[in-house]
Structures are given as C-alpha cells and as structure tokens.
C-alpha cells in the first residue's frame, strides 16, 4: 500500500508542495510541472475563454506561490490549487463585469451631428456643456473627470471618497442620459 501512496498523483503534488514550501526550487518546478495542464484545463472549463486561459493559469499559480507559505497538506495540493484557480477565474469574470460599457453611440459625433450650424459662434464645447448640465451633479462630475478630464477612476473614487463601482454606475447611467438627450 505505501508503494500505491507513492504513486498517486495528489500524494505527490502534496509532497512536491510541501517540498517547494520548504524551498526547495527543484520540487517547486516538479510541481509546477505536475499540474500546470490540469490547472489549464479547469481555467478553460471554467472561464469559457481559452485565450485568456494561460493568462488566467499564470495568475493562479502566482496566487500559489504567493501563499505557499500557508500550505500544510491538509488538503491534496491539487485540490489546493483548484481552489486558487476557481478564485482567480471568479475574480477575473468580476473584474470584466465591473467595467464600464462603452457606448454604442459616439456621444461626441452625435452631439456635434445634434447642433444647429447655421448659428455663428456656437461650439461644440457650448451644446456639450449644455447636455451636461441636463445631468444630475453626481453623474455630471464623473463623467467629467473621468471622460472629459481622464482621471483614472480609481483616483476620481478616492477624490470624491466613494467605492470605485459608484463611479463605474455614475459615469454608465450619464452615458445612458446623453444618448437619450442625443437621440431625442
């Protein structure tokens, strides 16, 4: 029997791990080695994006790495390392939820298209203020720091000291009201 513990592939991620933990660079790469496609192939399961599989398994096992510190083999190290993936898949799928959409709609182009020409002396920066102003005050100051001004949103979050995912909705729902104002 302890030659089949020998044998089983969990067994011997954990042993590697273990190893690894201690610092030993070789069992490190043995281990990297030993699940680097099963790990791969749980990602592309689970992200349903092969492109961004290889991506995604270099994340877990940098996450690894980072925590190896912690492992005790309670666990086999290939369950251990699923986890991780499952996580960083998880993560990575609400990192993309969480971004803005870009508009179908250039808001630009359409306001320039929206203004009368016949006018003299009125510029495109006139009626785009004039839309802004239509928007509520939280909205407005987004958009305009982060699509006027290009501050980074996590930079306009901490200025005005609310969560970045306010920002994303303020600067989403100002979008959504300019091209409605634009269309109407």
């Known amino acids: 029997m302890a030659s ?31 699940l680097h496609r099963d790990v791969r192939r749980y990602v592309v399961h689970l992200s349903a994006d092969p492109h961004a599989a290889e991506d995604l398994t ?9 925590s190896l510190h912690r492992f005790e083999g309670r666990s086999s190290a290939r369950t251990w390392l699923l986890s991780i993936a499952r996580r960083t898949v998880a993560d990575d799928l609400r990192r993309k939820a969480s ?13 320039e298209q929206a203004q009368p020409r016949d006018l003299p002396g009125f510029e495109d920066r006139i009626a785009l203020a004039e839309l802004l102003d239509t ?29 970045i995912g306010t920002v ?17």
């Open 58 to 66: 270099q994340e877990t096992f940098l996450r690894a790495l980072k």
């Open 99 to 111: 971004r803005p959409r870009i508009s179908q709609q250039d808001w630009q182009f359409a306001a």
């Open 4 to 34: 089949a513990l020998l044998h089983d592939p969990d067994e011997t991620s954990t042993r590697l791990a273990l190893a690894a933990r201690s610092g030993d660079l070789d069992a490190l790469d043995d281990f990297v080695r030993a």
């Open 135 to 163: 928007l509520p005050g939280d909205r407005r100051e987004v958009f305009v720091l982060t699509q006027l001004a290009g501050v980074p949103y996590a930079q306009t979050a901490a200025r005005l000291g609310c969560p």
């Open 168 to 184: 994303r909705s303020r600067v989403a729902r100002a979008r959504t009201a300019l091209a409605e104002l634009l269309a109407a």
